[in-house]
């Protein structure tokens, strides 16, 4: 199994900037790609940002040029930085990773989630 554990959320004033961080550990052979989503209250959960193995990024369009997604492979940890900050960014972040275990199963999995709140 993988498991994820997110880190980095909070308060922030708007305009301000908060980094997110997911560490994956577990049984693992190689994680493919790696990304960030998230949830409002009463909305879908939403992809941010991902990364594959190749550093390929994507993004929404809502936090292109605000947000950057970058990748550690050496110790498998996913980052979002996050500037300029607006209210409609609040949510429950979740992180993903599509990951190949020692036992050679492919699955998609999810972190708990952290909360970012964007509020004067």
């Known amino acids: 199994q993988v498991q994820l554990v997110e880190s980095g959320g909070g308060l922030v004033q708007p305009g301000g900037s908060l980094r997110l961080s997911c560490a994956a550990s577990?049984?693992?052979?190689?994680?493919?790609?790696m990304g960030w989503y998230r949830q409002a209250p009463g909305k879908q959960r939403e992809l941010v940002a991902r990364?594959?193995?190749?550093?390929?990024?994507n993004y929404a369009d809502s936090v292109k040029g605000r947000f950057t997604i970058s990748r550690d492979n050496a110790k498998n940890m996913v980052y979002l930085q996050m500037n300029s900050l607006k209210p409609e960014d609040t949510a429950l972040y979740y992180c993903?990773?599509?990951?190949?275990?020692?036992?050679?199963?492919?699955?998609?999995?999810w972190g708990q989630g952290t909360q970012v709140t964007v509020s004067s």
């Open positions: 577990g049984s693992i052979f190689s994680i493919n790609a």
């Open positions: 993903n990773v599509a990951a190949v275990t020692t036992g050679r199963s492919i699955n998609s999995y």
């Open positions: 990364i594959t193995s190749g550093v390929y990024t």
